[in-house]
């Protein structure tokens, strides 16, 4: 094939992409035309000539990634991965059964219920798409994590002779996407950590939806990111693509610093009046500038979703070819690697398969009955450290809250996770092979990267502070959205943290995580809780949970006393009961105020008034048994009842109906020491009984 041959069907593919995504767009009367027609020449050009990606092995380990940031454009991606072929493949990780390839079908349907054509990517719902993206900035943030973990692989799994990760993360952003606080924060840490396999490629239309970028975005994008330590290169003319092609073979060739490619497109384009303006972002073409627009680019103007012969064999020779030899050329490494290092290999299957070490809990500690205890999150502490020295892909960090969450691994090999060559405090040297993530205060941008690591495979823990979710809540949910096992530790978890006041101290996040879909929230009460915890947590693999743990110290209960702590796997259970008879008063509780009614219960029972106490970590494990163990639980006949946790109430109702007692916060906190700020707002075992007695006689006057 000639050059002149060659360059057709490259500006041929381009303008295919940009009809189909017109098509679909206009089709579903919904949707957004304008990026995919600017920015198509960027994307076919990465794909073409630079993405290492086996269509038919869209979840290899080794694969480069592709992360769509700008996910209103999602119509370039599906017809992207319908003209690539992109497809499942049994056995392959990282697929949930779910996931199924874009079909014209799915084309025709996009934004449609049950086509894989969503009105945003959705990882885990269609093959191909690296991350769940669509809030700005996301997408970008993401990629940083995923970077992280290709950085870690490869300190931790290469040998010599055998390289087996050393792939690259693109991610496609939008003006927008640079101007979301997450973003920056995300670039800032790449930078620091120098994280050379890392591009971004910026869309720079200077479009958004109120209209002209300058009305509100006018900074030096380029001189900023040149700040953070990115290397930035320009071009000029999206449609040049041999000026982008220069640009990607430098990124390849130099992966010394993340790089910054800022591409000037116009959104819209060939659509003769809406080209450049504000009405081809959001919104169809409508039908007759759809017409125009295919004529600009040679097209039949009256067919619809066409495919011209030569364009899907043109990116099988060349995206499709390329990316299966690669692909069975890794495979004949991996195979080889697997006779030589047979142990570190064993961990990428099981790491890629979801499964844990075998004894990976050998080593769980057992607390002894101590009425002055431990904080819960010393015992997490403990825990995290216990599993990890078992679990050699379970690593993160805090966002610089390392000492506070007690999420420091401090066993000898662990390590800290810094660019070779970067001195620091706990790692003069610097190793990508370090456990230890430093974050920064970066909480956001610390959730996304995270979720970044768990669609490597890697198991990650981020920790801050429980009010400090409200910083982190949009990358947490799309981690809930995607099912990634990431573990949250989230600490300082009420009023009970103390001095630093009304600002620090949580109240409506509680109620805000268990609202979450696809969250589990645990919030043990004492240290052999937090055993059961971490427990439950480790073994998650469709879903992330958020250990939520105190600051200050719980006492650790008698367990031949009261029941055991594996009834946090259920969610809930019978901590105490009364000795004969069923119960006269429930008292429910979680984490620390737990404490409190074992407390109220104890004064109760030698009162002669019978009192069953339940420990409540986890609401949605309890709601996930089934009804029969609910009831053995919460019988219905029991009326009495009282709830207590120094939180919002949102939600107890559930559990102590219309007329209990809802004893927790209807404010926000105080500055005070923890013990003061408790009794302040009536946190004591006194006032449990109070309520409990209340709760008696109300429901005897009702009988």
Not at 84 to 101: I, K, L
Not at 185 to 204: F, M, Q, R, T, V
Not at 575 to 586: C, E, F, Q, R
Not at 672 to 680: D, E, M, T, Y
Request: glycine share 10%; net charge negative; with cysteine.
């Amino acid at each position: 094939m000639t050059s002149g041959d060659e360059n057709t069907l490259d500006l041929l593919c381009i303008n295919t992409l940009r009809t189909l995504a017109m098509d679909m767009v206009q089709k579903a009367n919904s949707g957004h035309p304008g990026t995919p027609m600017g920015a198509a020449p960027t994307a076919y050009c990465l794909w073409q000539r630079f993405l290492r990606y086996d269509p038919g092995a869209p979840a290899w380990p080794n694969r480069d990634r592709f992360v769509l940031s700008a996910g209103h454009a999602c119509a370039l991606l599906y017809a992207l991965l319908y003209l690539a072929g992109v497809r499942a493949a049994s056995g392959n990780a990282g697929n949930t059964t779910a996931a199924q390839p874009v079909s014209m079908d799915d084309l025709q349907s996009f934004r449609q219920a049950g086509s894989r054509c969503t009105g945003h990517p959705e990882h885990g719902w269609t093959v191909g798409v690296e991350t769940t993206t669509g809030p700005l900035g996301q997408g970008v943030a993401t990629s940083v994590g995923m970077a992280m973990a290709q950085a870690w692989l490869a300190a931790t799994y290469n040998r010599p002779g055998f390289t087996l990760f050393d792939h690259k993360v693109y991610a496609l952003a939008s003006d927008g996407d640079m101007m979301e606080g997450v973003s920056a924060e995300a670039a800032s840490l790449a930078g620091h950590l120098g994280l050379g396999k890392l591009c971004w490629i910026y869309d720079c239309n200077h479009i958004s939806i109120e209209g002209s970028t300058a009305i509100t975005f006018t900074e030096d994008v380029g001189a900023r990111f040149e700040a953070y330590g990115w290397r930035v290169l320009h071009v000029e003319d999206v449609n040049d693509i041999e000026q982008l092609t220069g640009c990607l073979q430098r990124f390849c060739e130099a992966q010394d610093l993340p790089t910054l490619i800022i591409v000037q497109s116009h959104i819209g384009y060939g659509a003769p009046h809406k080209q450049d303006t504000k009405e081809a972002h959001g919104e169809p073409l409508g039908a007759e500038e759809v017409r125009l627009a295919k004529e600009f680019y040679g097209f039949d103007p009256n067919a619809q979703f066409a495919v011209p012969p030569g364009v899907q064999a043109h990116f099988s020779a060349h995206l499709g070819q390329r990316g299966a030899d690669a692909h069975a050329a890794w495979q004949a490494l991996y195979a080889a690697y697997q006779v030589q290092y047979p142990d570190l290999a064993e961990q990428l299957a099981a790491m890629q398969q979801g499964r844990l070490p075998e004894g990976w809990d050998a080593a769980l500690p057992r607390f002894m009955t101590d009425a002055k205890g431990m904080a819960s999150r010393d015992a997490a502490g403990q825990l995290l450290n216990a599993i990890a020295a078992r679990v050699p892909w379970l690593l993160g960090g805090a966002a610089d809250l390392s000492p506070s969450t007690k999420t420091h691994l401090g066993f000898e090999f662990a390590g800290a996770f810094e660019a070779p060559g970067i001195a620091g405090d706990a790692s003069p040297v610097g190793s990508y092979a370090g456990r230890n993530f430093h974050f920064g205060i970066r909480e956001h941008a610390m959730c996304a990267a995270a979720s970044g690591m768990a669609l490597a495979g890697l198991r990650p823990f981020a920790a801050s502070f429980l009010v400090f979710t409200d910083y982190a809540r949009g990358a947490i949910r799309l981690a809930a959205m995607m099912g990634l096992p990431v573990i949250y530790v989230w600490t300082h978890d009420s009023i009970a943290m103390g001095e630093d006041g009304p600002t620090h101290q949580p109240i409506e996040q509680l109620a805000s995580l268990r609202a979450m879909p696809g969250m589990v929230l645990l919030r043990p009460a004492d240290a052999n809780e937090v055993v059961e915890a971490w427990r439950v947590a480790m073994q998650l693999t469709d879903r992330p949970a958020s250990l939520v743990l105190s600051r200050q110290a719980l006492p650790t209960l008698d367990r031949s006393r009261y029941a055991s702590a594996a009834g946090v796997a259920r969610g809930a259970y019978v901590l105490a009961d009364s000795a004969s008879g069923a119960p006269d008063v429930l008292l429910l509780a979680s984490g620390s105020e737990v404490a409190l009614c074992i407390a109220a219960y104890e004064q109760l029972r030698s009162e002669g008034i019978r009192a069953r106490v339940v420990s409540m970590p986890s609401w949605e494990l309890f709601e996930r048994q089934d009804g029969a163990y609910r009831e053995s639980v919460l019988p219905e006949a029991v009326r009495a009842r009282v709830s207590v946790e120094a939180a919002a109430a949102l939600g107890w109702e559930r559990y102590v109906g219309r007329h209990g007692a809802i004893l927790a916060m209807r404010s926000f906190g105080v500055s005070a020491p923890g013990a003061v700020a408790q009794a302040h707002f009536g946190f004591n075992a006194a006032h449990v009984v109070a309520a409990a007695r209340e709760q008696l006689a109300r429901h005897a006057t009702a009988t």
